[in-house]
């Protein structure tokens, strides 16, 4: 083998893929994953773990793969990490624990996310489950919100004893791992339904159907339920829309109710009892992760597909696997382009969206170079359906019904990023609801910090 | 799971359920709405609260047959289960934030057309038990779909109803109800009216005639009904608004009710070839070229 290079990892064909919501990755297997892990070098000052939002032990578990010793190192992971499976698919490891790989300075990085990938899944096949407290706290903890920070932060606060219960808005939990990500790149009843019945064998219970800020408040939780301590993993739901004229025109949706719909509601299922618009030729606005899930959720019910991004390749936001399998798959970009206006019929269909080519100027902000209009590059994309992949901002439900709970002018809850802590005592956050839109690691992580803050509140009492 | 406690068929293809659901009776105000599933596969269906009762836990439910989903709804029996019943969702009715002793100045007049009146119920008789008496106008397209009137009847200052076909009470549109009472010498301080989206266009056309502020309930297509999916926008004052959290309750002088009443026609082929499905079995899914 060619130690500079990742051992390759197995995928479904491209073509095949486009047309079905089977998972595009299929993982390694025990010998491609056992020869992965003698390329890892075992640093004593491992970089990779200073990459990791929740600090794996990293190393360490690819030493337990090296020797073959798949439940032990399922052990090293379960102690930072409640969705060890889920992680290993969705997070931008090339810009965290494999881009701060040594390895990686020559050659290709160890391929730190298929390994935790293989290890989770191994687990699962095998029936191993984490370990759950030995001993009772005799305080209970509501985490509001069943997504990764929620999930992350119940976990690890049931490991130390706390009586939680998790309160979700939706019928079913798992937050943007149901509704957000789709089947081909997580599969939901193989890994998410499993990672959360892990979390509910630690003892966490989860009520479904309640809408904090509406079936009841963080105020008469407290006061009226006892629990000691709340966490606000409530993410980042609400969707944005451009604002330009014709967006309320019928084929046009947000990203988040087109994969609502496929997702957790399985529309892209013939059968399913929700309906889903399947357009013939699909403009997707936006370049992020969720632009790139939409894009191929719109190809696979068979429609021609086009990103419409205002920057160039380089700014793309998504995950380098995403844009990559995208490509594979044939959906084709049209960047530095953005809409102006949503053509539609006399009965309110969309029939074509205008555009304006853009071309980049000087860095903005954010550091990346600002799109600026190129004057007269207007045209006309023939397109019967837009949807919007713009970004999402926290839903104000919580903090608009919660006296005492501070949020910034984006709308965020303020939290300390060590520990959780916000302004209402015995209250933390984290996650999307504090941050934005972000990552689902990085939600594990504020969640992680969050379930330690708790801690040393209520035992400091 | 959530029981259905009471089955009532209140006219034909309309229905009335009591469904424990404790968070939502101890919480909910006029003018909210659920969101229910009936099984593990169901779609979700938002639907307005009717009446609500915080000691046992019950909320009343209301809802007609109108496609696949309503008509299995209706097959649930007193003893089964709703696999999911969340809420209350959007926000209560205005006047339930406003302080009592000006609200009791105001003379106000409530329009329900059809199912609508399930919606306005709530509502007048929350007024009712704060001291306020409300004029209630209840159409229906024949005697026999007339529901709830003895209930309205109970709680409402004057109640005038009217069928069109003139099968019972006054003849005619709720409209026409309004222009008489105003004709009659009757003043009305707000109105507020419920029911088709086209019967609450024709509503505000008229009211905003007598510069009668009018607020009218919208129940746009939506998913999850808490602010996330933005299916439900709907301009009002030429704002993008989300019904589900903004609302359901607007200035219906605001509302762009033809965008709105566009909007509700997205899925109607999906929605018809699942009717079909449901009535007649595999033999239809469309693509036959005959249906």
Known sequence: MDVLKKVPVREQDAKERATNFAEVCLGYNKEEAMEEATRCINCKNAQCIKGCPVAINIPGFIEQVKNGDIEKAYQVISESSALPAVCGRVCPQESQCEGKCIRGIKGEPISIGKLERFVADWARENGIKPEGAKEKKGKKVAVIGSGPAGLTCAGDLAKMGYDVTIFEALHEAGGVLVYGIPEFRLPKEEVVAKEIENVKALGVKIETNVVIGKSTTIDELMDEEGFDAVFIGSGAGLPKFMGIPGENANGVFSANEYLTRSNLMKAFDEKSNTPIMRGKKVAVVGGGNVAMDAARTALRLGAEVHIVYRRSEEELPARVEEVHHAKEEGIIFDLLTNPTEILSDEKGWVTGMTCIRMELGEPDDSGRRRPVEIPDSAFTMDVDTVIMALGTSPNPLISSTTDGLETNKWKCIVADEANGKTTKEGVYAGGDAVTGAATVILAMGAGKAAAKGIDEYLSGR | ?291
């Open chain 2, 1 to 291: 799971m959530y029981k259905i406690l009471k089955k009532q068929e209140l006219a034909a293809n309309i229905y009335l359920m009591d469904v424990e659901a404790k968070r939502v009776a101890k919480s909910c105000q006029p003018g909210q709405f659920v969101i229910v599933r009936m099984d593990a596969d169901g779609e979700r269906i938002p639907l307005t609260i009717c009446d609500y009762n915080r000691e046992t836990g019950a909320v009343t439910i209301v809802f007609q047959t109108v496609g696949a989903a309503t008509k299995m709804m209706a097959d649930l029996k007193e003893g089964d289960y709703f696999h999911d019943f969340v809420g209350p969702l959007g926000c209560a009715s205005e006047f339930v934030k406003e302080d009592l002793e000006s609200l009791k100045q105001k003379k106000m007049l409530f329009v329900a057309g059809g199912v609508g009146a399930a919606p306005v119920y709530p509502q007048v008789k929350w007024l009712h038990e704060h001291g306020i008496q409300a004029d209630v106008i209840v159409g229906s397209k024949t005697k026999d779909l007339l529901i709830l009137e003895k209930e309205m009847e109970a709680v409402a200052g004057n109640l005038y109803v009217t069928t069109d076909d003139g099968s019972y009470g006054r003849s005619g549109m709720v409209t026409q109800v309004i222009k008489d009472l105003i004709a009659e010498g009757k003043k009305y301080d707000v109105c507020v009216a419920i029911g088709p989206m086209i019967m609450m266009k024709f509503v505000c056309l008229l009211t905003k005639e007598y510069e009668l502020p009018t607020i009218v309930s919208l129940n746009p297509i939506m998913v999850d009904g808490t602010g996330m999916c933005g299916a439900c926008r709907v301009t009002v004052g030429g704002k993008v608004k989300f019904a589900c959290v903004d609302g359901p309750e607007f200035d219906g002088h605001a509302v762009n009710f033809d965008e709105a009443m566009r909007r509700q026609s997205l899925y109607k082929t999906q929605e018809g070839k699942a009717i079909l499905a449901l009535e007649e079995g595999d033999t239809h899914h469309g693509g036959c070229g005959n249906c």
